[in-house]
């Protein structure tokens, strides 16, 4: 499994973290961030070779005046809204593999437009652009096919098959997919539970997969961890703010803003990210080391009691970085898939005591994003895969922890 | 008076027809083939002796007959459709693959369609269950036989979609010969209705066929028949149940893992036999190499 950066707002983050702490594997370049200045970028122009481009294609004609997708030539949203055809569509597709393959990329990925509801168009989608490709490739380049989930159509098991079995037939010649998947998480979530869209998106990792395709799951957050606790999962994005981590089709097809912050503490030992105004209470309660992240020097500046909070600053966001490529690439070297389930649980379950610990010690988080709202679904799926029963699990987790 | 003079005419007339074609055409024949093929229709088709009449089935109806000194299969077809176009377009597509019939000769016969079909000495798969009986190796080797027959019927975009015991024949030198393209689908062609299956053929029907999903055939369809026939073969028993209700039940539940005693057939079992389209070999070649030949 290799670790990839999504580089979007304030990517500095990310390519500092990979120059200068080793953190991630390669780089997701984001056209509605970058337009076509990733080549003239002065930090990134010599890491090309490990890059990736996703021309986002997702919001088909929408005329953003945000972003620099239209800095792009052969993007759909340079064509007259009258005039967006499937013919036009396939060819701006072709245009963007050419474009990458001009510039040297190996990594090929495929942009396809959102399609809330219609099976059928993404259906004809892989089945035309995987002809294009069959006839024309090159050798010594992947080619990736962006396959994005809306929220209703990941949730829906019948299409979610069909598009499974027109990604798996006989004829496809790409070398895998990228994933993409709108999870709409509740208010005040940062990542979905919903049990559909779990088993669904499972289903799509573990079958594209079992089926020899490499996969990459772009714009994860920390729910990759997951799915990487089912399958293989070659290349999984990381993210330093959330509009990188969490997949909307509104940012293609609207003008909008994030949100004020001060900020989010990711927990390896929760598995959540902490309201900065939560650490407060954390701290004066002395539970600073039962949520704390070993061996992580952003860690440590950002828990001090000291430390004055902004989401911009970088030890914020490095330390997510850090933290969650060190619990994904542990989990990707168990290679028994049992295991490795296994090993997620007990992760869980530590987590879910941790809370419990916290709450002993009378810090209030349940009315905030910082509660646990996630852990026991993400267990009681991970036990059902494995067909283990809660009480043989807790038994074994007692015996073994 | 008038009206028993004529009854007593047509009786005579039939006695006298009944016994000229007895004795010059029907001599080795059943009765019932004499009220079938008229002798026009004999004379016709220059069909010296018929051998065997197969039952009924649907509206076709099958004559092993003595045709221009050879023996055939005479397939006679009472409703030209769309279904009978495909199969011969399919016969003929195929017509040098060794493990499909060939088509010898097509002509319509007052509204009746004509086919003369390459005869296949040996036996249905259905009438030889006892040799295959617990015999892995056996079983898997036909299978493969099958898969390297379907082939190019997969790759050319066609689906069987009625693969079942019935519809394989065995030769004498033990080589299966696939019959009955009747409701094959040309997953290319956009303009046919695919039905999911024949109604007899409820045991050894794919999920997406029982419930009628036509979306999602494919050839991944005929893979998980021929791993019902596989599990059938070995064991005697359909894998799912014995009832279409059964069947179905056991579809709508999780997904059942095989292991019937014999190591190679479970591997293949459990990679063909998914209820999930998607989960099956992804490629003919998967599918052969399931088998562990």
């Known amino acids: ?401 | 008076m008038n009206r028993l003079v004529v009854q007593r005419n047509i009786f005579t007339i039939s006695l006298i027809f009944f016994i000229i074609t007895y004795f010059c055409v029907y001599k080795n024949t059943s009765m019932l083939a004499t009220t079938i093929l008229s002798p026009d229709f004999l004379k016709h088709f220059n069909i010296s002796e018929i051998l065997d009449n197969k039952p009924t089935s649907g509206q076709k109806r099958v004559h092993i007959v003595i045709k221009d000194g050879i023996k055939i299969a005479l397939k006679i077809i009472s409703v030209i459709d769309e279904r009978i176009e495909r199969e011969l377009k399919i016969y003929e597509v195929f017509k040098s693959n060794n493990g499909i019939p060939c088509i010898l000769d097509v002509q319509r016969y007052g509204h009746e369609l004509v086919i003369s079909e390459e005869y296949i000495e040996g036996q249905d798969l259905s009438q030889v269950l006892g040799e295959y009986i617990g015999d892995s190796e056996k079983i898997r080797k036909l299978i493969f036989l099958i898969a390297e027959i379907m082939e190019p019927v997969w790759d050319g975009d066609y689906v069987h979609r009625d693969l079942k015991p019935q519809n394989i024949r065995i030769k004498d030198d033990g080589t299966p010969v696939v019959i009955d393209f009747g409701i094959a689908r040309d997953l290319g062609d956009g303009t046919i209705t695919p039905i999911g299956f024949q109604p007899n053929s409820w045991p050894f029907a794919s999920p997406e066929q029982l419930f009628a999903k036509k979306e999602l055939i494919s050839y991944r369809t005929d893979f998980f028949c021929l791993g019902i026939i596989a599990h059938f073969l070995f064991t005697g028993k359909l894998p799912f149940g014995n009832s279409q209700l059964e069947i179905s039940t056991c579809f709508s539940q999780e997904q059942i893992t095989f292991d019937i005693g014999d190591e190679p057939l479970n591997l293949f079992l459990n990679i063909v036999l998914k209820y999930k389209v998607a989960e099956r070999p992804r490629t003919v070649e998967n599918f052969k190499n399931s088998l562990s030949i």
């Open chain 1, 1 to 401: 499994m290799k670790i990839i950066h999504v580089l979007g707002h304030n990517a500095k983050w990310n390519i500092d973290s990979f120059l200068e702490q080793r953190i991630g594997d390669g780089f997701l370049i984001t056209a509605f961030t970058f337009g076509k200045k990733f080549m003239s970028h002065k930090q990134l122009n010599p890491l090309l070779e490990k890059c990736m481009l996703d021309l986002q294609f997702y919001g088909k004609k929408a005329k953003l005046k945000a972003g620099k997708l239209l800095e792009f030539d052969f993007h759909p949203t340079n064509g007259n809204p009258f005039d967006v055809t499937n013919v036009f569509i396939h060819n701006c597709i072709k245009q963007a593999i050419q474009f990458q393959i001009d510039l040297g990329f190996k990594e090929i990925i495929i942009p396809i437009c959102y399609e809330s509801d219609n099976c059928e168009e993404i259906i004809q989608n892989i089945t035309i652009i995987n002809a294009h490709v069959s006839k024309n490739r090159q050798e010594g380049i992947k080619y990736f096919l962006t396959l994005p989930f809306s929220f209703d159509i990941i949730r829906d098991q019948e299409i979610v098959d069909r598009i499974l079995i027109a990604a798996t037939d006989k004829k496809i010649d790409f070398d895998g997919y990228n994933i993409v998947c709108e999870n709409k998480p509740e208010q005040g979530h940062k990542i979905n539970t919903d049990s559909k869209l779990i088993t669904n998106l499972s289903t799509v990792f573990k079958t594209l997969k079992y089926q020899g395709f490499e996969t990459i799951y772009s714009y994860a957050n920390w729910d990759a961890i997951i799915y990487l606790a089912q399958t293989d999962i070659d290349y999984i994005t990381i993210g330093s703010y959330e509009n990188l981590r969490n997949f909307s089709i509104k940012r293609f097809t609207e003008d909008i803003s994030g949100g004020a912050s001060k900020g989010y503490y990711f927990s390896e030992k929760l598995l959540n990210m902490i309201r900065a105004q939560d650490i407060i209470q954390i701290q004066v309660n002395g539970m600073i080391p039962a949520i704390q992240n070993e061996k992580n020097i952003f860690s440590d500046i950002i828990l001090a009691t000291d430390y004055i909070w902004n989401i911009h600053k970088p030890d914020v966001n490095k330390n997510y970085l850090l933290s969650i490529s060190r619990l994904l690439s542990k989990i990707s070297q168990i290679k028994d898939i049992r295991q490795r389930t296994l090993h997620v649980l007990f992760l869980i379950q530590d987590a879910i005591i941790c809370y419990k610990d916290l709450d002993d010690h009378y810090i209030a988080l349940a009315g905030s994003e910082s509660k646990n709202y996630h852990l026991e679904s993400w267990k009681m799926y991970l036990l059902k895969t494995i067909g283990m029963k809660p009480d043989e699990f807790i038994t074994t987790y007692k015996k073994l922890s």
